[in-house]
């Protein structure tokens, strides 16, 4: 597929007019479709503030600028999307609506265009299901905000031909981005892998083991991390992130690796969804009066080997289960959420069977089926061996 190829994005919020903007730069005429004229209008009005801002930052040139707009056709009829060889949807959450809007694509895009879908949390077998040709379907996953956020993660579902998972991947690596390859498995690699960055800081919480401005400066100072997890989660907004926690403990049946936090789901039933309504973990807005971190190395250190701990046990884990290979696991941790090293290299870096300690340690002191070592750590450390 090359630059004469026309791309359909469905969706013009913000996900929808990054990918759109992403596909323009690189030549391709782009149809993004949004249901609602309102919203055109608003995404119109946002993309071209964001390029001229890189204008003004003499990144771009105008006539570049110009280019991608004019590229770009809002469109509030998937009419147009007859040409498209490649369709992404980005539109809501919601299993219906995604099914809903794919049925009306299939009868509309060429036979060979390739359908894909943007989701986070969602299996790609269950919306794939309301496809006649299942086949050209799969999962494309940017990051937010996805011109600047480097990683994708390509999902292929069980029905998704190789040549489909090959040309889309292609056409995402020609596009300038670092491409995952990852099983149709709940939450992908970066969803699933980060859980215990956000779970382990609230239990630590909830412990009393420190309050959540020294838990978010040990992760910064000594663990290296560019935000601590509950600065983040107040970044992200609870609401969402507690809706991926709570996604991802469900799909995987319940298993308490995952489980949900009350400290969480208090906050989110309160109205307290971090920056986007003023208050999270922190205060946000004037006269916001935050406290300082207990700057103690020790109890820092310990918090820190805790949680990178409990990411190592996931990341094997996604290896373990063929989620993904070890290089794609620590690929998407780095480029996919900033971390400041791959977590399997982390692990060799630490030694496996200092990991194993401490997961072994966590276990016997909590007797939660939370702490259990993966049997990949195990294996590594039985036969000594590494990650990498």
Request: hydrophobic residues 40%; negative net charge.
């Amino acid at each position: 597929m090359d630059q004469s190829a026309a791309i359909g994005v469905v969706g013009a919020g913000t996900m929808g007019q990054g990918i759109a903007q992403i596909a323009s730069t690189y030549g391709h005429q782009v149809y993004l479709y949004d249901a609602y004229a309102d919203q055109l209008g608003n995404a119109k009005h946002a993309l071209r503030k964001i390029l001229q801002r890189q204008v003004e930052k003499e990144r771009m040139t105008q006539q570049e600028v110009d280019g991608i707009m004019e590229r770009i056709h809002f469109e509030d009829d998937l009419v147009k999307f007859d040409e498209c060889e490649l369709v992404i949807e980005a539109v809501v959450e919601d299993l219906e609506i995604k099914q809903d809007v794919f049925q009306r694509l299939e009868g509309i895009v060429p036979r060979d265009a390739i359908l894909a879908t943007n989701t986070s949390s969602l299996s790609i077998a269950s919306i794939s299901s309301a496809l006649k040709k299942p086949k050209r379907f799969l999962g494309i996953h940017f990051f937010n905000p996805a011109p600047i956020m480097p990683l994708v993660e390509i999902v292929p579902g069980i029905t998704t031909t190789d040549q489909t998972t090959k040309t889309a991947r292609q056409l995402i690596d020609d596009w300038g981005k670092t491409t995952v390859l990852a099983k149709d498995t709940p939450g992908f690699i970066v969803n699933r892998v980060a859980r215990p960055f956000y779970s382990e800081a609230i239990r630590q919480l909830e412990e009393g083991v420190a309050d959540v401005a020294t838990i978010d400066w040990a992760m910064k100072e000594i663990g290296g991390f560019r935000m601590g997890p509950f600065e983040l989660m107040d970044f992200i907004g609870h609401d969402v992130n507690y809706k991926v926690t709570q996604t991802v403990f469900e799909e995987f049946f319940y298993d308490p690796r995952f489980k949900p936090s009350f400290t969480q789901k208090r906050m989110v039933e309160a109205g307290y969804l971090g920056k986007k309504s003023g208050k999270g973990f922190y205060e946000y807005g004037d006269g916001a009066n935050n406290p300082e971190p207990t700057k103690d190395e020790e109890l820092g250190q310990d918090i820190v080997d805790r949680i990178v701990a409990m990411l190592i046990n996931e990341a094997a884990d996604a290896v373990f289960m063929n989620v993904a290979t070890v290089e794609d696991v620590d690929l998407a941790m780095t480029k996919g959420v900033n971390y400041p090293k791959g977590l399997l290299k982390w692990a060799d870096d630490i030694g496996p069977e200092q990991v194993l300690e401490q997961m072994t340690a966590l276990q016997m002191e909590y007797g939660e089926d939370r702490y259990r070592p993966n049997p990949l750590l195990k294996r590594k450390v039985r036969n000594n061996e590494t990650f990498y």
